[in-house]
Nanobody, 123 residues
Framework: QVQLVESGGGLVQAGDSLRLSCAAS????????VGWFRQAPGKEREFVAA????????IYADSVKGRFTISRDNAKNTVSLQMNSLKPEDTAVYFC????????????????WGQGTQVTVSS
């Protein structure tokens, strides 16, 4: 089993940056894909980015491509999401999740989920 805890959310202005972190305990993230998802009020949970165990494979939602970067530090058992040029439409609760598959766009492939961290971007 994997327990995931997100941190780094907060209130920022449009154009600012935030770095989210996902820390794992209970089980190492060895061999697991880790993804980030977000959910805004009244909307479906949507894919943001994912990274393979080796870090060689990354995928991004079109809405964040070129602005967000996912990375991982396997020695520290953490995954990060660097978010630059934030927009008000990025406002959401951000979740990290782990999957036994290669990086995927859909929530159904992810088995372990954190509780989320709030990101609010004001205009």
């Amino acid at each position: 089993q994997v327990q995931l805890v997100e941190s780094g959310g907060g209130l920022v202005q449009a154009g600012d940056s935030l770095r989210l972190s996902c820390a794992a305990s209970g089980r190492a993230l060895s061999g697991l894909t880790v993804g980030w998802f977000r959910q805004a009020p009244g909307k479906e949970r949507e894919f943001v980015a994912a990274i393979s165990w080796s870090g060689s494979a990354t995928i991004y939602a079109d809405s964040v491509k070129g602005r967000f970067t996912i990375s991982r530090d396997n020695a520290k058992n953490t995954v990060s999401l660097q978010m630059n040029s934030l927009k008000p439409e990025d406002t959401a609760v951000y979740f990290c999740a782990a999957s036994v598959t290669s990086p995927r766009y859909y929530t159904r492939y992810y088995d372990y989920w954190g509780q989320g961290t709030q990101v609010t971007v004001s205009s």
